[in-house]
């Protein structure tokens, strides 16, 4: 190219949780069986929705309006059911004109930091489901620094709001702070105090909240979510949720924003409207998923398909933590919410020189092609290693922005025994790991 063309921040744009694909592709073809445990996707799993489900999609795509566009904001017999729904829960009330529909939720990430002032800065959580900590450090600019708050396994994955009061107090350019709960990639789910929390120093210093919520109804183990809109009050913000993980149908792309508080701001009325703006630019989202969203949430079945949904994870998270308990270490703290399992290390416990064996040459020229890369994290190092011996493949917790070292799996598995193999096959190998130097 004569001039240019490359974006400055274009290596910010890092979403590890398919990076890994590249390498366990390479490896499949090598021979290497693989055990797809990196991505949240149910269906991809496995999971079925239930009949009466895809039949409400069946209706939607027979009633040829479906194939239209939609209103720019969202199909109004959806915004029209949400709201009703929000506001009988009690909480903040809101109308349909408080809801946007976006292309899935990560459209909607993508719109709320994208029009942002890029002097604006949204304190994210550590770990952080990329979408958010990679797209906020993209429109903050070249060089800006992540403005994060800290979540360790010793806190069962919680933040401590001593900090994030001091990180808002210490800088001004904090104008929002993001929560996601239940967590991804954790699985925490946070108590209500936590959330309050939050909520009442984003009050105190004029910022609003963005709770990314599309996991709200998967909770378990006896844990239930506090929705943001319980204990929001008068202070504005944003909540994200969505039918990918819900239903689930992920290839739906179908989420939404429901905005609290939006006149108690100028300022926040004129951002939450700029989005809006920018969405007419772009006509409407797609149409017949949000057609879906009254006549499926609606159905009196819905919350007996969540609640055996919830079951399922509930005992693969149980399973999960008997796992790897008593393992010197090694933290695995159960989650209770969402479908993600996050194994991490103490420090020190893991290094640049373990490793396992690899039967297959091919696979274990793949693997010493991957480790040849300059930068590896340790987590990215014993991922590579589990993927080349195992097939078994993680995302390191490096791809989430944080800096306790480890990796997140799923709950997603819908065969027994193959999930127990798993289970026994992760805990064998990080022993063998560990100790190999
Ligand atoms: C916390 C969180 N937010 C948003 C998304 C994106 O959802 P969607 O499929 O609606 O784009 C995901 C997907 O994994 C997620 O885990």
């Known amino acids: 190219m004569r001039r240019n063309i490359v974006h400055p921040q274009a290596d910010e744009l890092v979403y590890e949780i398919r990076g890994v694909v590249q390498s366990a592709k390479r490896m499949e073809q090598a021979g290497q069986e693989v055990v797809w445990e990196n991505i949240g996707d149910p269906v991809a799993k496995g999971e079925r929705v239930p009949e009466w489900l895809i039949g409400h999609m069946r209706a939607v795509v027979s009633d040829y309006k479906s194939w239209g566009y939609s209103p720019t904001q969202g199909v109004d017999e959806a915004r029209d059911f949400l709201a009703g729904a929000n506001n009988a829960r009690g909480g903040v009330q809101i109308t349909p004109g408080d809801i946007y ?82 967590d991804n990639p954790t699985g925490a789910v946070w108590p209500e105090e936590t959330v309050r929390g939050v ?14 919520e599309i996991y709200c109804r998967l909770t378990y183990n006896g844990k239930t979510g506090t929705l943001l809109s319980s204990v929001v009050g008068s202070v504005p913000a944003i909540s994200l949720k969505g039918i990918s993980k819900e239903y689930p149908w992920p290839g739906a792309r179908c989420g939404w924003m429901e905005c609290y508080n939006v006149d108690s701001d100028p300022d926040f009325k004129r951002y939450v409207h700029c989005m809006f703006d920018a969405k007419m630019q772009e006509v409407c989202v797609t149409t017949q998923p949000q057609m879906t969203v009254a006549r499926v949430m609606g159905d009196s079945r819905y919350e007996g398909h969540l609640e055996s949904r919830r079951q399922a994870y509930g005992k693969r998270s149980r399973e999960f933590a008997e796992a790897f308990s008593a393992l010197d270490g090694v933290l695995a703290v159960r989650p209770d919410g969402a479908f993600y399992a996050p194994v991490a290390f103490e420090d020190g416990v893991l290094n640049g020189r373990q490793s396992l064996p690899v039967e297959n040459a091919e696979v274990k020229a793949i693997l ?22 195992t097939g078994i493949c993680v995302v390191p917790l490096s791809g989430f922005n944080t800096n306790v070292p480890g990796f997140r ?22 022993e063998q790991y560990i100790a190999s130097a």
């Open 101 to 182: 529909f976006y292309n899935g939720l990560a459209d909607a990430v993508n719109k709320l930091y994208g029009y942002l002032d890029s002097g604006a800065r949204v304190l994210a959580p550590s770990p952080c489901y990329p979408i958010h900590s990679s797209r906020e450090r993209f429109h903050a600019g070249v060089g800006a620094e992540a403005v994060q708050y800290t979540m360790t396994p010793a806190s069962g994955w919680l933040p401590d709001l001593d900090e994030i009061r001091r990180q808002v107090k210490d800088n001004p350019a904090i104008a929002a702070i993001a929560i996601i709960n239940p």
């Open 368 to 389: 010493d092609d991957a480790l040849a890369r300059p930068g590896l994290s340790v987590d990215k190092r014993l991922m590579l290693h589990l993927l080349a011996a």
């Open 199 to 212: 909520v009442e120093i984003a009050g105190e210093f004029g910022l609003f909240v963005v709770a990314d």
């Open 409 to 430: 799996m799923t709950l997603l598995e819908q065969d027994d025994a193959k999930w127990a193999r798993t289970l026994k096959t992760l805990r064998e190998k990080l």
